[in-house]
């Protein structure tokens, strides 16, 4: 046992190592966490990214709300559950600043990019594939289709019985229908009788 641990001597050394400086940089970012440098900067960074994203209004309204969080933790304590606030609404393609750069770039991205041949060229064959005979979505597209027929049989026999019977109790079409085939019934009947 003596020599196995001499010889594993500098693996143990690496994992201790290892161990080590994983707790070291454990302690430093949970150390460098509380410094208020570190929080201006992760707020500076949200509030970019959330105007990019969504617009300044958006953005500001969410800064807000972080820093009233904040305030009732430092105050309360981290052991007191707040409980969430509202969401914050969003409508995206109507903000009232109009100040999404994000917004703006993937909707300029995806205008160019959606309808051009490349595309559709890309994904022809993947869509034509997905339903096909060997495709992934055949059987589920058999299985609806076949069980949507029985199951709908008997909303349609009710729908097309009450359409029949409107339809037949219509004055107006039960004389229509009279004028337009009494010719034809009689002109039937009538050359059955000769020879």
Known sequence: FLAAAVSNSPKLMAWDDEKLMSRACDAA??????EDL???ILGALRYQRDAYLTGTSYADERMRRRGMEDR????????????????????????TDGSSLGEQQLVSLGKTYIPSRYTVDALLPTM????????PLNGPFNRAVTNLIPMSQSTLDV????????????????????????GYVTSKTSGRDKP
């Open 128 to 135: 034509l594939w997905l339903p096909s005979r060997n495709g």
């Open 159 to 182: 729908v097309m019985k009450n359409n029949l019977l409107w339809f037949l109790d219509d004055e107006d079409w039960r004389h229509s229908i009279k004028e337009r085939t009494s």
């Open 72 to 95: 009732l933790r430092r105050d309360l304590g981290d052991d007191i559950e707040i409980p969430p606030l509202p969401p914050i609404p969003l409508d995206l393609g109507r903000q």
């Open 29 to 34: 970012s949970s150390a460098l966490r509380g």
């Open 38 to 40: 570190y929080g201006n």
